[in-house]
């Protein structure tokens, strides 16, 4: 029997960057050949989605703008030049939008490199609404039984710090040091890090986060407002300094501190995207210290299955609290605020 789609749907939509976020119909989109039509169930709301609400960021948005890029729900259109798509499969919508696959990057597998990537929620209509059109190559193949409420952080914050993860070269036994750790990115970073065999010092603000990120299974925790020395408590409690540090806290003086706590022959890895935002090194400590740091951006299709992978079996819990669509705005204050413990996950049926 075929699924009926209706015309019009619900959604949050701004018109311009730092504008009211109106919650209100608007059409169902269109499906292009190559797309799928996914029925949002739920979308988290990554604080990538306050930056470009804001415009923070000095790239090019479309406007007016759906948000959004944690996306979970059920396919209801295939395009006519899509494969390996059916109605009824469960599909993830990430921010990767579309890649050109033709690019050096793309032919090795490296598409997060694509220079003509599209990015939902940013440049294309996104997750905060009940259907998306989206590219069936990048659309996430989610198991069956997955459960759809709480896999929607994965799709950004669980694929993103997974990556991250890996590229730090961190091995079994080390000590990773993860700022920002009671936040959507950190609050998965923390037991993804606990997977691989990792152990965790998670630094965020405030008593309530620390019991937060302890739960999580960080073995300690280092309070930024209250801690004298930041890069001084890192490096005693992992002994001489983190073997990789896991920048995922929006503020410029949290990556600076990273450069000085992590350990000899360490990894920084960038992750958060605070506007405008430098990081200075000293040249000498550097060469000496012989440190890496790397930006990391998301993850390749192959990360996102393997990330999904460690959630699906169960190895990894989103902690999510579930509101309505309309309530977006208010996300966004408490984001702001750094009120959250874990990530806000939207119900598009409310
Ligand atoms: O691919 C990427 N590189 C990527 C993907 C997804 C998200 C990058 N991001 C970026 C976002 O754009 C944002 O800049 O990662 C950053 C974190 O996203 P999030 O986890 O969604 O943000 P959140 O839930 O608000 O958590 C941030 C945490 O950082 C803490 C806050 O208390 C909060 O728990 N924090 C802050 I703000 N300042 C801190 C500091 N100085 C801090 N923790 C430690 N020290
Ligand atoms: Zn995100």
Known sequence: MPIEIPQTQKAVIFETNGGPLNYTDIPVPQIKSNEILVNIKYSGVCHSDLHAWKGDWQIPYKLPLVGGHEGAGVVVGVG???????????????????????????????????????????????????????????????????????????????????????????????????????????????????????????????????EFVKSLGAEAYVDFTTSKDIAKDIIAVTNGGAHAALNVASSEQAIQKSVEYVRQSGTVILIALPPNAKLTVDVLSTVVKQITIRGSYVGTKWDTTEAIDFFHRGLIKCPIKVVGMAEVERVFKEMEEGKILGRYVLDTSK
């Open 80 to 210: 006519e030049n899509v494969q390996g798509w059916a109605i009824g499969d469960l599909a993830g919508v990430k921010l990767i939008n579309s890649t050109c696959l033709n690019c050096e990057h793309c032919q090795q597998s490296n598409e997060t490199s694509c220079a003509t990537k599209t990015l939902n929620g940013i440049n294309m209509d996104g997750t905060f609404q009940q259907y998306c059109a989206t590219d069936a190559i990048q659309a996430a193949k989610l198991p069956a039984d997955i459960d759809l409420k709480s896999v929607g952080p994965i799709l950004c914050a669980g694929i993103t710090v997974y990556k991250g993860l890996k590229s730090s070269d961190a091995k079994p036994g080390q000590w990773v040091a993860i700022s920002g750790a009671a936040g959507g990115l950190g609050s998965l970073a923390i037991q993804y890090a606990k997977a691989l065999g990792l152990r965790v010092v998670g630094i965020d603000g405030g008593a309530e986060k620390g």
